[in-house]
């Protein structure tokens, strides 16, 4: 599903530890590191996709995690001509994201990469806060950057309410 800009909807998910890490994953078979992340499928709601997504690629379901908060809106960004598919139709230019912060509730240990049949994380670990920005491929810095600034209010409640 793409709308008429050319963007696809898709969720991205942000998982903390609570104390100020963030649950950062490696591409499978590459050197290339993000946050789980997936498509809206049509008539599905971002919530429901959320969770979804988190099953199938990180093997947590909704009783492992709390959602702390979301993105106001849609934050986008475009693919490099080169990653753009110019035999599909509609032309799919680039992302349009709803952004969740979540909290582990669970031991780690209930992270399984392997749930679905085709795993996009080959392996993982936990990140200060603001390390994806610079680390992330390079089309997707000002997705992550703005969805970062705009959750960090509430990571650092988080990390506040950790301590006492």
């Given at each position: ?136 491929i390079e089309f997707k810095r000002g997705v992550y ?20």
């Amino acid at each position: 599903m793409v709308d008429k800009e050319g963007f696809r909807p898709n969720v991205g998910i942000m998982i903390s530890d609570g104390l100020g890490k963030l649950f950062w994953a490696k591409r499978i078979g590459q050197d290339a590191w993000q946050f789980p992340q997936g498509g809206i499928n049509p008539g599905e709601k971002p919530e429901t996709a959320l969770y979804r997504e988190l099953y199938e690629e990180v093997g947590l379901e909704s009783a492992d995690v709390e959602v702390i908060a979301s993105t106001r809106g849609w934050l986008r960004y475009r693919l490099p001509a080169n990653m753009q598919r110019k035999h599909s139709k509609p032309l799919c230019v680039g992302q349009k994201q709803k952004w969740f912060m979540l909290k582990l509730l669970s031991e780690e240990s209930k992270v399984c990469l392997t749930r679905c049949s085709k795993p996009e994380f080959d392996s993982w670990k936990w990140v200060n806060y603001w390390y994806p920005v610079n680390q992330v491929i390079e089309f997707k810095r000002g997705v992550y950057r703005r969805a970062l600034k705009e959750l960090s209010p509430m990571q650092c409640e988080m990390e506040r309410k950790s301590r006492f």
